[in-house]
T-cell receptor, first 114, second 112 residues
Framework: AQSVTQPDIHITVSEGASLELRCNYS??????LFWYVQSPGQGLQLLLK??????LVQGIKGFEAEFKRSQSSFNLRKPSVHWSDAAEYFC????????????FGTGTRLKVLA | NAGVTQTPKFRVLKTGQSMTLLCAQD?????MYWYRQDPGMGLRLIHY???????AKGEVPDGYNVSRLKKQNFLLGLESAAPSQTSVYFC???????????FGPGTRLLVL
């Protein structure tokens, strides 16, 4: 069965520090991969997505993610975190056949220290 | 272009009461989804629809029903609310396979 694992429930970084959020997936083929961000009390906003091609994808707000097929990973990175990046981040996998569902990880809550 | 909207934003129910949550999208999307979000559990798919007149069960469908009579609307019904259904409910839609999924702002439901 397909699944998405975000091993870090909480991460705290200082403003200006670099950030990496981990995401591992289980899927029989190469899935579509997404990172969403959710600010408190808000819906989910798409940061970036990977469908095919270049394995390093750029997103909004200075985020990027790298798809590594050999590790079944799609980690999210940002070189310098801003206080406004404090939010919850969700990795998601979309199946590419059958029911075409999205499967979400349980999320990583990011806290940014001033 | 309003995107995905949800009605109501917040609701309090007593155990056993019924209600309907409305999701509307103005992007002519084929696929629509209902999720619930609970602390530490991420988003779990309740029901989804791949087109007008079609619905299917997701990961946690028990206690919910849905209808998609019009392409732009996807209704989620609770026939007899239970405290375990206290959650934040998100609707989402997308145009076709592989396209980005867009989310509504959520409905916060409290069942007493």
């Amino acid at each position: 069965a397909q699944s998405v694992t975000q091993p870090d429930i909480h991460i705290t970084v200082s403003e200006g520090a670099s950030l990496e959020l981990r995401c591992n997936y289980s899927y029989g083929a190469t899935p579509y991969l997404f990172w969403y961000v959710q600010s408190p009390g808000q819906g989910l906003q798409l940061l970036l997505k990977y469908f095919s091609g270049d394995t390093l994808v750029q997103g909004i707000k200075g985020f990027e993610a790298e798809f590594k097929r050999s590790q079944s990973s799609f980690n999210l990175r940002k070189p310098s975190v801003h206080w406004s990046d404090a939010a919850e981040y969700f990795c998601a996998v979309a199946t590419t056949s059958g029911t075409y569902k999205y499967i979400f990880g349980t999320g990583t809550r990011l806290k940014v220290l001033a | 272009n309003a995107g995905v909207t949800q009605t109501p934003k917040f609701r309090v129910l007593k155990t056993g009461q019924s209600m309907t949550l409305l999701c509307a999208q103005d992007m002519n999307h084929e696929y629509m989804y209902w999720y619930r979000q609970d602390p530490g559990m991420g988003l779990r798919l309740i029901h989804y629809s791949v087109g007008e007149g079609t619905t299917a069960k997701g990961e946690v469908p028990d206690g919910y029903n849905v209808s998609r009579l019009k392409k732009q609307n996807f209704l989620l019904g609770l026939e007899s609310a239970a405290p375990s259904q206290t959650s934040v409910y998100f609707c989402a839609s997308r145009l076709r396979v592989g396209e980005t999924q867009y989310f509504g702002p959520g409905t916060r439901l409290l069942v007493l």
